[in-house]
Nanobody
Framework: QVQLVESGGGLVQAGGSLRLSCAASGRTFSRSVMGWFRRPPGKEREFVAAITWGGGSTVYADSVKGRFTISRDNARNTVYLQMNSLKREDTAVYYC???????????????????WGQGTQVTVSS
């Protein structure tokens, strides 16, 4: 079992930066593929980024590639999402997600994740 708590959201001007954190509890965190998703206002949840348990492989949505960076610190049981050059269209509730430790492949599909945090709001103003 993995429990996830996101933090770091807030209000930022377009062009600014934020770093989201996701603190995980559970013995299997270090073996879990981790992902970030977001739900923009009035839209469905969408994939943002994911990282393998060792951090050696990552995948990004085209809309954030080159601006966002996912990373993890297994010693701290934390995964991060560094968001730079933020745009108004990045406004959303951001969710952290984890796969079970036996599901080792990266996936961009929400259904492929087994555990979810409650979300943190990111609002980008013009």
């Amino acid at each position: 079992q993995v429990q996830l708590v996101e933090s770091g959201g807030g209000l930022v001007q377009a062009g600014g930066s934020l770093r989201l954190s996701c603190a995980a509890s559970g013995r299997t965190f270090s073996r879990s593929v981790m992902g970030w998703f977001r739900r923009p206002p009035g839209k469905e949840r969408e994939f943002v980024a994911a990282i393998t348990w060792g951090g050696g492989s990552t995948v990004y949505a085209d809309s954030v590639k080159g601006r966002f960076t996912i990373s993890r610190d297994n010693a701290r049981n934390t995964v991060y999402l560094q968001m730079n050059s933020l745009k108004r269209e990045d406004t959303a509730v951001y969710y952290c997600a984890a796969r079970r430790s036996d599901r080792v492949a990266l996936t961009t599909t929400a259904g492929g994740y087994d555990y979810w945090g409650q979300g943190t709001q990111v609002t980008v103003s013009s």
